[in-house]
Each structure stands twice: as C-alpha cells, then as structure tokens.
C-alpha cells in the first residue's frame, strides 16, 4: 500500500474511533453532562389515578 493509502486509512478509522469513544461517553455521562432542562408533563392513562401522580 502506498503512503497517501496508509494516511488516509490512518484517518478514516482513527475518526470513525474518535466519534465511537464521544457517543459512549455520551451515554454513560447521561443528561446530567449538557444543560438542565425540563422534561414534558406526562399525563395519567387513567383519570381515577390521576391523583396519584
């Protein structure tokens, strides 16, 4: 393999690598990592436990 061929396999798997690793530790950071926000209100199925809520 020529030069320019290990340089750009060098490349495209050590960037393939990298963004592998950051969604990882995206994941096992959680949200806790990026900026709080505010989750939607769920509401009951069920308007009898609607109190339990």
């Given at each position: 393999?020529?030069?320019?061929?290990?340089?750009?396999?060098?490349?495209?798997?050590?960037?393939?690598t990298?963004?592998?690793?950051?969604?990882i530790v995206?994941?096992?950071?959680?949200?806790?990592?990026?900026?709080?926000?505010?989750?939607?209100?769920?509401?009951?199925?069920e308007?009898?436990?609607?109190?339990?809520r």
């Amino acid at each position: 393999m020529t030069t320019g061929g290990w340089i750009n396999m060098l490349l495209s798997v050590g960037f393939v690598t990298v963004l592998f690793a950051y969604c990882i530790v995206r994941v096992i950071k959680g949200p806790g990592a990026r900026k709080e926000h505010g989750l939607a209100r769920v509401e009951p199925i069920e308007k009898d436990i609607a109190d339990e809520r």
